[in-house]
């Protein structure tokens, strides 16, 4: 479910808040690969402490947990709205990292390609003797090594055939 950026600024801190803002759509696009990184750095920093939050909260509500303050947490919605936010701000950044990663590949590939066409254009020989269409000395053949089998496929077939009658009438008996 889609998290609205008045409850996106309910959950957060200040700061938080203003690293969430940067991972939204034209923010995030303005980034440099730098600038992104490090925000990942930082927000994942921050979805872990709130992840590690959360999970002690939910411990401490279930009993398993000692309490961190005087009495132990009646809830933990909060704690869980704001990781939710923080992991969906993890996810844009990421969506983000990973679109920027395919477009320096496919920008790459392409220049890989354009560089290959043009060696391979620069090493075509000219001349009368390339692409002719005579054989010239063209392929060998190589002589078999192995033996000719000289008995007849014919033969071989008609012995097949007796032996399959002959068991067959040994099997009816």
């Known amino acids: 479910m ?9 959950a ?7 690293l969430v803002e940067k991972s939204h759509h034209p923010a995030v ?11 990942v750095k930082l ?6 402490k709130a992840q590690a939050e959360a999970h002690r909260r939910r411990r401490e509500i279930r009993g398993k ?5 005087a009495k132990p947490s009646k809830a933990d919605g909060g704690s869980q709205l704001k990781l939710a936010v923080l992991a969906m701000a993890m996810r844009r950044l990421n969506g ?3 679109r920027r990663r395919q477009l320096a590949a496919s920008v790459s590939l392409v220049e890989n390609a354009r560089h290959a066409l043009a060696m391979k254009q620069k090493a075509t020989p000219a001349g009368p003797e390339f692409n002719t269409r005579t054989a010239h000395k063209g392929m060998r053949a190589i002589a078999n090594q192995r033996a000719q089998n000289l008995v ?4 071989l077939g008609r012995q ?7 068991q067959a009438k040994r099997d009816a008996r």
């Open 2 to 10: 889609a998290i609205s950026r008045k409850d996106e600024a309910r």
């Open 12 to 18: 957060l801190s200040a700061d938080e808040h203003a």
């Open 29 to 39: 696009q303005e980034l440099s690969d730098a600038d992104l990184a490090g925000l």
């Open 43 to 48: 927000l994942r920093e921050r979805r872990d």
């Open 65 to 69: 947990g000692a309490p961190k303050g």
């Open 96 to 98: 983000e990292a990973e």
């Open 152 to 155: 007849r496929p014919m033969e």
């Open 160 to 166: 097949r055939q007796a032996a399959k009658v002959a």
